[in-house]
Nanobody, 122 residues
Framework: VQLQASGGGLVQTRGSLKLSCTAS????????IGWFRHTPGKEREGVLC????????YSADSVEGRFTISTEATKNTVYLQMNSLKPEDTAVYYC????????????????WGQGTQVTVSS
């Protein structure tokens, strides 16, 4: 079971980035999927998470209306579209999956990608 995240980079304030996370060894069908981020000195936090079985989603207040999560089943890939980026969005972003219906906390996820750096310049 592996997750490969990509798409990070340097972007200016109010710019956009789209992160991708491709799974191998399993399919996302029965897995809760989440995007998390980590900044030095802070705990890893949930950004956007979606349920494996229903329409439940979790969105951090700080990204509401700016970030969206989507999946492409044929590519076994989940995306994080980030718009109107702010310097405070700078972090290492991780995708994660777990064989549970839903989860919004890091400890609820067993499988993690390697992380991709997002830097937003002011």
């Amino acid at each position: 079971v592996q997750l490969q995240a990509s798409g990070g980079g340097l972007v200016q304030t109010r710019g956009s980035l789209k992160l991708s996370c491709t799974a191998s060894g399993f399919t996302f069908d029965d897995y809760a999927i989440g995007w998390f981020r980590h900044t030095p000195g802070k705990e890893r936090e949930g950004v956007l998470c979606i349920s494996a079985v229903d329409a439940r989603t979790y969105s951090a207040d700080s990204v509401e209306g700016r970030f969206t999560i989507s999946t492409e089943a044929t590519k076994n890939t989940v995306y994080l579209q980030m718009n109107s980026l702010k310097p405070e969005d700078t972090a290492v972003y991780y995708c994660a999956a777990d064989h549970r219906p839903y989860g919004s906390m890091p400890y609820e996820y067993d499988y993690w990608g390697q992380g991709t750096q997002v830097t937003v310049s002011s």
